[in-house]
């Protein structure tokens, strides 16, 4: 391996290479964490959409099917607003039930998809367990950072799923230029050029779905992933639709019904089940288990335009690691 890939993000994490497998709520389940983190990346269950009890045997399948690290990726629900003070954010019930299982378990990684873990970092820390927050801008960056976090992935506007505003190019070295903690860099990134893009950033490593959604390991419908092979980079939209916050997904008739109907849509997480009791049924399992995916939620990312084919994910860490290696080599000889 090129020694500029073996960055502080494998330290951290003790993990071989710098790639992490975003946690993508339903999609991201045993087959497709273990595949990852024995690839020598490191896998990360998405806790949205599971029960607690298929949670906990999630995880411990992902146990049986590996030693090497890995995490549970938990969107951080509130009853309210976030609060100024981390120290007294209330967090759901759900959450507060997930992040216990957790913790139980002994999981060496907690990554917060959605809102902001700080107050559950010093008990995590007291159990040996790394936590990582996904934020949109500056503004939370510096907030979950304040809150002791150990890793901040800076996800920009072409990412897949919740997603913010910034586009990647200009929020990684602004994160970057705000807060001491290390960042990883997520939002339009599928291949090793978006790797060595991140490390010029400063970022120390990547957060990738949308390949992973392309993978044969991916707990989701063929439909699902043949549609980002298929699609092109206009074919995401923005949207609040599916969640209530926005969240980048494929563009299809729900997407599009709902472009005339933003008044009407509900707070995260109240929005789920208006939509589907709307659809007839869960908006995630229509398209991601059932294949509808002309009317359910597809969390997809601009990086679509990249993906050409539906790989094993041991394929997938080769071809970002090899092509990030090559490009180290061209660019040394120049």
């Known amino acids: 391996m090129h020694p500029v890939l073996k960055t502080q993000l494998c330290e951290l994490l003790g993990i071989e290479k710098p790639i992490l497998q975003a946690g993508m709520?339903?999609?991201?389940?045993?087959?497709?964490?273990?595949?990852?983190?024995?690839?020598?990346?490191?896998?990360?269950?998405?806790?949205?959409?599971?029960?607690?009890?298929?949670?906990?045997?999630?995880?411990?399948?992902?146990?049986?099917?590996?030693?090497?690290?890995?995490?549970?990726?938990?969107?951080?629900?509130?009853?309210?607003?976030?609060s100024s003070d981390p120290r007294i954010e209330e967090f759901t019930d759900d959450v507060r039930e997930q992040i216990d299982s957790v913790f139980k378990e002994r999981v060496p990684v907690l990554a917060s998809g959605l809102g902001n873990p700080a107050p559950v970092v010093p008990q995590a820390h007291e159990l040996g367990i790394k936590v990582i927050a996904v934020v949109g801008n500056t503004k939370n960056a510096k907030r979950v950072a304040a809150g002791g976090v150990d890793i901040v992935v800076a996800q920009g506007y072409d990412g897949g799923g919740h997603t913010g505003r910034v586009g990647t190019f200009t929020l990684v070295p602004a994160v970057c230029d705000v807060i001491n903690q290390p960042v990883v860099a997520a939002g339009g990134i599928a291949d090793g050029r978006g790797l060595v893009a991140a490390l010029a950033f400063g970022a120390i490593g990547v957060w990738i779905g949308t390949r992973f959604v392309a993978s044969k390991e991916a707990f989701a419908h063929m439909n699902y992933k043949n549609k980002i092979v298929e699609i092109d980079d206009e074919a995401t939209v923005r949207s609040r639709c599916f969640t209530g916050k926005p969240c980048r997904v494929i563009k299809n008739?729900?997407?599009?019904?709902?472009?005339?109907?933003?008044?009407?849509?509900?707070?995260?997480?109240?929005?789920?089940?208006?939509?589907?009791?709307?659809?007839?049924?869960?908006?995630?399992?229509?398209?991601?288990?059932?294949?509808?995916?002309?009317?359910?939620?597809?969390?997809?990312?601009?990086?679509?335009?990249?993906?050409?084919?539906?790989?094993?994910?041991?394929?997938?860490?080769?071809?970002?690691?090899?092509?990030?290696?090559?490009?180290?080599?061209?660019?040394?000889?120049?």
Not at 265 to 288: V, Y
Not at 295 to 310: F, K, M, P, R
Request: hydrophobic share 45%; aromatic share 4%.
């Open 253 to 334: 008739a729900t997407t599009a019904a709902w472009e005339s109907r933003e008044a009407e849509i509900e707070p995260f997480p109240l929005q789920l089940m208006k939509i589907s009791e709307e659809l007839g049924d869960n908006a995630f399992e229509l398209a991601r288990l059932h294949g509808k995916i002309d009317l359910g939620s597809c969390a997809a990312g601009q990086s679509s335009a990249l993906i050409h084919d539906v790989k094993s994910v041991a394929d997938i860490v080769d071809d970002i690691m090899n092509e990030a290696e090559e490009i180290l080599r061209k660019l040394s000889v120049a």
């Open 25 to 82: 709520g339903f999609v991201a389940r045993a087959d497709l964490v273990a595949a990852a983190s024995n690839a020598g990346a490191l896998g990360v269950i998405g806790a949205a959409s599971l029960t607690l009890d298929q949670l906990r045997e999630e995880i411990r399948k992902v146990k049986d099917m590996t030693d090497k690290p890995f995490g549970v990726d938990i969107l951080f629900a509130t009853y309210g607003k976030p």
